[in-house]
């Protein structure tokens, strides 16, 4: 259930190993504007072992080989992705609904794989402890749908795991962000860019014709912001970016910005009978370093190595869970702990102001040694243990 990058990327895999699936998404489409855009090149190489690279390579997108941010005004190289062992030496900015239209439209020529749009899991089926499948609300009315194992990848206000009840643990996280959009203009830089000053970030996405921004705030600020009027917030914005100073007027009316709250848990087990939660359902990750989209594809991947072919048979077993969550579970822990430590540190530490205006030691490393940049590319391009396919194709 979720047609979001780890359900779609699941489905399409067992899918593809002739196990009978039904992707159950509750939107009409694919087109929501606060998932991110990113494909690594770990996900680039996937999409390789599936043959379907060069063919995703001619939809739109740009190719980030490195990264840059401004920090304090001082330009940052921070990782430079040309030496990765992968054959995408770079980040692929694709809007998420294009990636998902894409693996969907390839899942749809194997027989098994059915993708029910407007269709709302709302509960689970149980025979005593085991799931056996989803109650859903559709345009039509309700529908069940009786499976072997339903798969949690309905995202990080996962219904999946409330009515299964699974122990969620919950780490602080001092940031929200602030999501609007601003015009974009010819002229513009290029490249999407992150902007720091002062324990503050501004993020701009290319979208094409506008830029998508996120500007992070510390939890709970908005109200403050808003207090402070909208003339003071689009200085805030113009202050990070020069260049946006004759259009940020657009943002003229709060409803233009919305308030994503950002999350980071996990849950204590990712499974119970007859149900397995990955990607965010399992742990919903923040947006710090980009990398929630790769680790939920990651998690499929594996998901489809572990038990496709059990699944050809039949029901796998909660013991054949769990080699899924031990899998993956360290990879999403060292990744949530990086998290943490950049909302703590980077993103809202505080500094007497001489410091603020100096660039942080670690980034200072990275300017004067090239050679390290390729440590948060490894990190960021291809994670900890990166997955390959080893899930069988249908005889
Ligand atoms: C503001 C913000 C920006 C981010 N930016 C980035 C980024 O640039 N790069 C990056 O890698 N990560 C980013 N992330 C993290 C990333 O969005 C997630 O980690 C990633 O989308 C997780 O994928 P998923 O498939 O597990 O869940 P989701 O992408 O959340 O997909 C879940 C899907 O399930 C559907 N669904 C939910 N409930 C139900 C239900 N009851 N029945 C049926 N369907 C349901 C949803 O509609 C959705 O399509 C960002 C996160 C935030 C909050």
């Known amino acids: 259930m979720g047609g979001g990058p780890a359900g779609m990327m699941a489905g399409y895999l067992l899918a593809r190993a002739g196990v009978q699936v039904a992707v159950l998404e ?3 489409d694919f087109n929501r504007d606060f998932r991110g855009d990113t494909i690594h090149p770990s996900t680039l190489e996937l999409m390789h072992e599936l043959g379907l690279l060069d063919e995703f390579l001619k939809q739109p997108h740009q190719e980030l080989r490195g990264l840059r941010a401004v920090v304090n005004g001082q330009v940052v190289p921070v990782a430079d992705f040309t030496k990765l062992p992968t054959r995408c030496k770079f980040i692929a900015f694709m809007p998420q609904w294009d990636f998902l239209n894409f693996l969907s439209s390839h899942a749809k020529r194997f027989p098994a794989f059915q993708l029910r749009m407007e269709t709302e899991v709302v509960d689970l089926l149980m025979e005593s402890s085991r799931v056996i499948g989803v109650r859903a609300k559709t345009p039509r009315g309700e529908l069940e749908v009786h499976s072997d194992l339903v ?14 009840g699974l122990e969620q643990l919950q780490f602080g996280v001092p940031i929200d962000v602030l999501w609007m959009r601003i015009s974009k203009k010819q002229g513009d830089p290029k490249q999407t860019l992150g902007f720091f000053q002062h324990g503050k970030l501004l993020v701009l996405l290319d979208r094409d014709d506008y830029w998508q921004c996120g500007f992070v705030i510390a939890k709970g ?19 990070f970016a020069e260049f946006l100073r004759d259009r940020v007027a657009e943002l003229d009316d709060w409803s233009k910005i919305k308030l ?18 990955i990607g965010d359902s399992a742990h919903a990750m923040s947006p710090a370093g980009g990398v929630g989209i790769n680790l939920a594809i990651q998690d499929a991947v ?9 699944l050809q048979r039949g029901p796998v077993q909660v013991d054949d869970l769990r080699t899924v969550q031990a899998r993956r579970e360290w990879p999403t822990r060292l990744i949530q702990g990086m998290q943490i430590f950049i909302h703590r540190r980077v993103v809202t530490g505080r500094s007497s102001n001489e410091k603020q205006a100096s660039l942080p030691f670690v980034l200072r490393l990275l300017k004067w040694f090239p050679i390290l940049r390729q440590l948060p590319a490894r990190f960021i391009g291809l994670g900890p243990r990166p997955e390959h396919i080893r899930s069988p194709t249908a005889a």
């Open 221 to 239: 600020q908005f109200d403050e912001i808003k207090e402070r009027g909208l003339a003071q917030f689009q200085n805030d914005i113009v202050s």
């Open 151 to 164: 798969i949690g990848a309905d995202g990080r206000h996962s219904t999946a795991q409330t009515r299964a």
């Open 260 to 277: 994503l709250t950002v999350q980071v848990n996990r849950l204590r087990e990712w499974y119970c009978e007859g149900l397995l939660c």
């Open 302 to 310: 594996a998901t489809a190595n572990l038990l496709a072919e059990k």
């Open 26 to 28: 509750k939107h009409a």
